[in-house]
């Protein structure tokens, strides 16, 4: 049976066009990067979270200074944020009736706050907005009892921002050196900050015996953690992802690896000792504890406080 010869190739289909959008995926992840990785910030600020209010008719009100702004009753961070901004890219303040303007915060008040919020990122690495003020639950007995500082945390709140706190990144805690703050302060900075407490247990207790090799290095590990200086890398505010990659979640971890090497009865005292909140409920999802092998050494330049 005879064939016809066919030539594919030299059909010319350039007219024959789809509707189909052909997209690069190197060049639509380059476009796309600003937006996703803005998306991914769990601490963000738009200019419209700030708050700021003007005694009705003031004269180019997006333009005024910021002791006069303070003047008028606004918060100390919509202040600070609203001035960082471009006069062309301040949104419009909202014009009152002076008679409507809040108190004015003094700066002794506003330092007061600034500090009181500091000193909890340090301690539990988040700033409070909490409505009572419970000491040991809701107010460190630091600030309470020793700086005398007795207002719910709110109040301190309400001097430095309108929006809700978790929005300004607490990193910036990082920045600030021991050096110059109160001898009160450092003292206490000295029993522990965030992110230490689940593995502060390992400095005071010894394991129990008999327990598998793999388990008695993890107890190294974290023991190593507990009795080197605080670090940054681990403060709970500004955990390093490279820390999380090579010991995954600490708190999970250490609680874990807590059952699998202290007896019920040191537990118990921890507990009792307010060492620890609570008894650790053991999570199958949080085993990285079992193949912990490196000591941990604070990088110098990772230094809490310095």
């Known amino acids: 049976m005879a064939t016809l010869p066919t030539n594919i190739p030299g059909v010319n289909l350039g007219g024959f066009v789809t509707a189909t959008l052909n997209i690069p995926s190197a060049a639509l992840a380059a476009a796309l990067l600003p937006y996703v990785t803005l998306g991914s910030q769990r601490h963000r600020i738009d200019s419209s979270d700030l708050q700021i209010n003007v005694p009705t008719g003031t004269a180019n009100p997006s333009d005024r200074t910021f002791v006069e702004y303070m003047s008028w009753g606004n918060c100390f961070f919509d202040v600070l944020l609203y001035m960082s901004l471009a006069i062309a890219d301040r949104p419009a303040p909202d014009e009152e009736d002076p008679a409507d303007l809040g108190d004015p915060f003094t700066a002794n008040e506003i330092c007061i706050a600034l500090f009181?919020?500091?000193?909890?990122?340090?301690?539990?690495?988040?700033?409070?907005?909490?409505?009572?003020?419970?000491?040991?639950?809701?107010?460190?007995?630091?600030?309470?009892?020793?700086?005398?500082?007795?207002e719910v945390p709110n109040y301190y709140i309400a001097r430095l921002m309108t929006f809700a706190p978790e929005k300004l990144d607490p990193r910036w805690v990082r920045h600030v050196p021991f050096n110059g703050l109160a001898q009160e302060y450092i003292s206490r900075a000295g029993l522990g900050v965030a992110g230490y407490r689940m593995i502060a247990p390992f400095k005071h207790y010894r394991p129990m015996p008999g327990i598998a090799a793999n388990l008695l290095q993890a107890y190294e590990v974290a023991r190593s953690m507990a009795t080197q200086p605080a670090s940054w890398d681990i403060h709970s505010a500004t955990r390093s992802p490279a820390f999380l990659n090579t010991y995954g979640p600490i708190n999970k971890n250490a609680g874990n690896l807590m059952l699998a090497v202290f007896t019920p009865a040191q537990i118990a005292e921890m507990v009792s000792n307010r060492m620890i909140y609570a008894t650790p409920v053991f999570d199958a999802q949080f085993r990285q504890?079992?193949?912990?092998d490196l000591l941990w050494v604070t990088p110098p330049n990772t230094l809490v406080g310095q």
């Open 116 to 150: 009181y919020q500091y000193f909890f990122i340090m301690t539990r690495g988040a700033m409070s907005g909490a409505s009572t003020n419970v000491v040991g639950r809701d107010v460190p007995k630091f600030l309470y009892t020793v700086m005398g500082f007795t």
């Open 289 to 292: 504890f079992e193949s912990w």
